[in-house]
């Protein structure tokens, strides 16, 4: 796996161009964040902010914006994993093919092995989208996002829609595949709670366009992240002491 020492994202300016009858939309503005090696960084902020936008410029998917996206590396290329809202699996492809279509050429599959094991897979990887619930989907999704062993992962509000004891589960295996292969992590999210609970540091983006209005470092060690009452106590006073913050949620 490539080793990534910093990523620095500076988008100075993203707008989408006007359609007939309307003016242009400025999405981002001044926009600059720091993702240091490892880091599992959630990106918070109000619906419509320009999240995803984000998430698309730094994966490459659109490169009309004035910025730049640059990384200190070591041996190699900076490789992207991006696991969007919807699985995104194809339905004429098995659970394992579907991981495997995505896999560099050359790369061992033991890998995909494990994180099968890991997300209780195993089992499962020979049958199609189709016979799989929402859940074991987005564990599929996140299985073949982590086996790229992607330098950055990017992460759009993954697990949107899951009930609540599901999207708990699939947050603790993200947490346990992550601690065993720390990639540096990017996780879109509008929900508060799941943000103090994953990440090391929390960025929360302005309504549009957006720039960087905070940032604060969550400080809960990971042990005691599953007890509600410290997340919610975390949260409690982060929205008491940031005002401007209460107000995008």
């Known amino acids: 796996m490539t080793v ?3 990523i620095v994202i500076d988008i100075r300016n993203k707008t989408y161009p006007a359609k007939q009858g309307s003016v242009g939309h400025v999405a981002i503005q001044n926009l600059r964040i720091e993702l240091g090696a490892g880091e599992f960084v959630c ?3 109000p619906s419509g902010c320009g999240k995803t936008t984000l998430l698309n410029l730094i994966a490459g998917l659109d490169p009309h914006f004035e910025g730049s996206i640059k990384a200190d590396e070591a041996g190699g290329t900076l490789r992207i994993g991006y696991m969007f809202q919807n699985p995104r699996l194809l339905p004429w492809r098995t659970v394992r093919e579907n991981i495997d279509l995505a896999l560099p050429a050359g790369q061992d599959g033991r890998a995909v092995d494990h ?12 049958q199609y989208p189709e016979r799989l619930s929402l859940g074991m989907s987005r564990r599929v999704a996140l299985v073949r996002a982590f086996a790229i062993q992607p330098t ?28 065993e ?7 879109v999210t509008h929900d508060l709670r799941e943000a103090i609970t994953l990440a090391d540091r929390l960025l929360f983006l302005s309504a549009p366009p957006a720039s960087l209005l905070h940032e604060v470092v969550v400080d809960i060690p990971r042990c005691a992240r599953e007890d509600e009452s410290e997340v919610e106590a975390f949260r409690q006073r982060l929205v008491t002491g940031h005002p401007e913050i209460s107000a995008l949620l």
């Open 43 to 45: 990106l918070v902020g």
């Open 152 to 179: 950055l992962l990017l992460m759009d509000e993954p697990f949107v829609s899951l009930d609540a004891p599901t999207a708990r589960r699939v947050r603790q295996l993200l947490i346990r595949v992550w601690q």
């Open 115 to 126: 994180l099968l094991d890991v997300m209780g897979l195993a089992q499962s990887q020979g």
């Open 181 to 187: 292969r720390p990639h540096t992590v990017l996780f």
């Open 4 to 6: 990534t020492s910093r």
